[in-house]
Each structure stands twice: as C-alpha cells, then as structure tokens.
C-alpha cells in the first residue's frame, strides 16, 4: 500500500520551498544563515493596503463566501489596469482571481492540457512551471537560453521546438530566476513564430512587472494578433509585499477564463475575502511605496552585481528585473575543501549553507545545473555580508 498516484510521483518538491525549510533548520538550531532563497519581498505591505484590509473587516460585509471568479470590482480594477498601463482591452469576464499566481497557472493548466500534450518551457524556469505541465499530464519540453543571450529564448529556438503536440509556450519577463526581460522586439518575434500555429497559446507570466529596470514592459497580449492567444498571469505578492496575502489572477479569453473558474470551483473555491479587498486597494491606490521598492531593489542589484564580479569563477548576467542572480558557479565543481568535493550545484548550495552559511537555491531545479539562484531581496547589510561570506569559503576550494 502506501503508494502515491504517478502524477504525483512525477513531480519534486518545490526546491526553493526546500532550501528555505533547510534555512529555518539552521536558524532553529542557533546558527547564523542569511538566507538569500526564498523570492519574497522583504518589506511590509504598504499602509493603505493593510488598512483598506481592516476597514473591510470592520464593516463585516465581508464575511461569506465571494465569487469564484473574484470580486466585481476588483475584477473590473484589474481590466482597468491592463486598458491603461499594459494596453490590453480585458474586461471584468476575461478575470479570474485565485489563490497566488501558482494557482492561477495550476487552474491554467489543468483547464487546458490532456494527456500527451507538450508545453514549451523556456529555460531556465520558475520552479513550478515544470511540475504543473507534469501534474496535468503533459510534457514540458524545455528550450534553453544562454548566459551569453542573458538567458534569453530566441524565436529561431521557438520555431524549431514546436510539434503537432504544442499545445501552450510559458515564461516569465521579467524572469524568474535569472532577472532577465524580453524586449518588444524579442516578443513580437517570438509572437510571429506562434502566429503561425492556430491552435498554439501562450502564457505569459508578469508578476514582477512593477520591478523592471529596463523602462519596457511589454504585455505579449497587447502585441497584434495575441489578444486571443494569451493568457497573462500577474498577481500581488512581488509588486506590493503581498506574498502572505496569496493573491495572484490571470487574464485570458473568456473561455479559458471560464475554464479555469471551472477548476477553480471544485479545488478552492474563491480568493480569501479580506485579502481581495486589500488587493482591490493596491491595484488602484498610490504605487508610490512600490516605486520606493524598486529603487531600493535597483540599489541592491548594483551591489551584488559588483560583489559577485568580485569572487573568482563566478559568472552572472546583469538582470533588468526582478530580484535574483542566476551566476553560473560551475568553476567550482570538482574542486574540494578537503572534506566534501563539489559535484554539482546541489552540493554547492548544501556546502554553502553548511561551512557560509548562505541559502541559496541549486539551478537544477529551475532548468541549468550550472547555476544556482540567489535572491537580493535581503537587506543591504546581509547582501554584503552574504557576499563576503561566499567569496572567503569558495577560497578554500582547492
């Protein structure tokens, strides 16, 4: 007995989820970790929107169970945004609010894949992109940038990936983990590839649109002819200090709109009430402590962009979004301290944690072995000190 079901065989443990774990194992015991792991904000969630939050408990009109969908309002605040900053006509019907951004792709996913059904993945990924294709029983195919592209799929690498069995392209930009961001052009290329292909979708994930550095964010629905072929995801968490929240939404033609309220309904049924009203507060309320945000995270890129410079053998690419560092640490495989040698970048980061104690995260699980994801949203102080930390142990790498 005792045996799991296939599809739940076929997934890992989120690795980030897992590194933070071994992180809090080590604080736990009294040891000092300065935990770059996890990707969450680490600010509060700005004043108005916890108050908007206590003012609808107060008024108790919030205490049963709101539309599977989401809120009216919010729903319509959000198409609101997307008609005014993103230049894409939704409408209240083309939003479904869930439960984070994980979620959302989880309802996408199951909404749309059978069995059998593949979806290009671009590489590397968030962590979950890979699992949620295996969990609907599809398969993820991967196609890989380079660090020499910053990362970044091209459309000649789309073109030759899709099959009769394509059925959906996902990525992020600004990405996750590796910080980096499509450009208009890069997307219009790449839309012309999937143009080409009725029955190909794309999902577009931009939950850290608000911490771009490149002045560009570019919707792939706004782009000719995508309107109907993409589903955008986005969300609260990263842009606002949501993460607790667990607010996330898509927007998509209605029918794979109604497609996932559809799972929605037997899974979770609606948002948390509270937590709506504090979004609604956010999407259409000053985004100026987001804007102060930003600036601090730029501030921090150019720090541990010049401290990673800074440590021999490490490779990185200059991100123009988000808050990581993907560097390539692959120098320091084979190498040793005299008691553990260096494989791989599973062995890095549990070598990190245990004689630098620093968490970072192994790139295997996002699609690059060569690499590992350390995230900047950590004080100034603990960057610093993080930094100096690896540079002093991979020293004795011999």
């Known amino acids: 007995m005792n045996q799991l079901s296939n599809r739940i065989n076929a997934i890992e443990e989120s690795a980030t989820l897992a590194m ?11 040891i000092d970790v300065i935990s770059l792991s996890l990707g969450e904000p680490d600010f509060k969630t700005p004043v108005h929107i916890c108050e908007a939050a206590k003012k609808a408990i ?9 539309p599977v969908a989401g809120y009216q309002d919010l729903r319509e605040a959000i198409a609101a945004k ?10 209240a019907e083309n939003i479904v609010v869930s439960n984070g951004a994980k979620q959302s792709i989880a309802n996408v996913m199951l909404a749309l894949l059978n069995p059998g059904d593949e979806v290009i993945v671009f590489s590397p990924f968030w962590v979950s992109y890979d699992a949620l294709v295996r969990l609907a029983e599809a398969r993820p195919v991967l196609v890989k940038g380079t660090l020499e592209n910053d990362f970044k799929v091209t459309a000649q690498q789309v073109e030759k990936a899709i099959t009769p069995k394509t059925k959906a392209i996902i990525f992020s930009s600004p990405c996750n983990p590796t910080g980096s961001v499509f450009s208009r052009k890069e997307l219009e290329d790449i839309s012309k590839v999937v143009l080409k292909h009725p029955n190909l979708l794309v999902i577009a994930d931009e939950i850290y649109e608000h911490i771009n550095f490149t002045g560009d964010q570019t919707s792939m629905a706004s782009l000719p ?9 986005n969300g609260f968490a990263k842009g606002f200090a949501m993460t607790g929240w667990r607010v996330g939404y898509i927007a998509a033609p209605k029918w794979i ?3 996932s309220n559809k799972v929605q309904g037997q899974i979770t049924s609606a948002n948390c009430s509270i937590s709506q009203r504090g979004a609604l507060a956010a999407i259409t309320g000053d985004l100026a402590p987001t804007k102060k945000m930003v600036e601090e995270y730029h501030k921090r890129r150019e720090i541990v962009y010049q401290l990673l410079k800074d440590i021999p053998g490490v490779k990185a690419n200059h991100p123009q979004g988000a808050f990581y560092f993907f ?6 495989f084979g190498k040793s301290d005299g008691e553990k040698k260096i494989s791989n970048s599973d062995d890095f980061c549990m070598w990190m944690l245990e004689k630098g104690r620093v968490s970072l995260v192994p790139g295997g699980a996002f699609g690059d072995e060569n690499c590992v994801r350390l995230s900047y949203a950590a004080s100034e102080q603990d960057l610093r000190e993080a930094m100096k930390r690896m540079k002093i142990v991979l020293a004795t790498l011999k």
Do not use: L, W
Not at 58 to 66: A, I, L
């Open 20 to 30: 933070a774990a071994k992180a809090r194992e080590f604080k736990n015991r009294g």
């Open 327 to 332: 560097p390539d640490v692959s120098s320091y």
């Open 257 to 259: 709109a109604d497609g």
């Open 58 to 66: 107060d008024e108790g009109k919030y205490f049963s169970y709101p």
């Open 82 to 91: 997307y008609q005014k900053e993103n230049n894409v006509p939704y409408k």
């Open 225 to 233: 002819g995508m309107f109907e072929r993409t589903i955008t995801v």
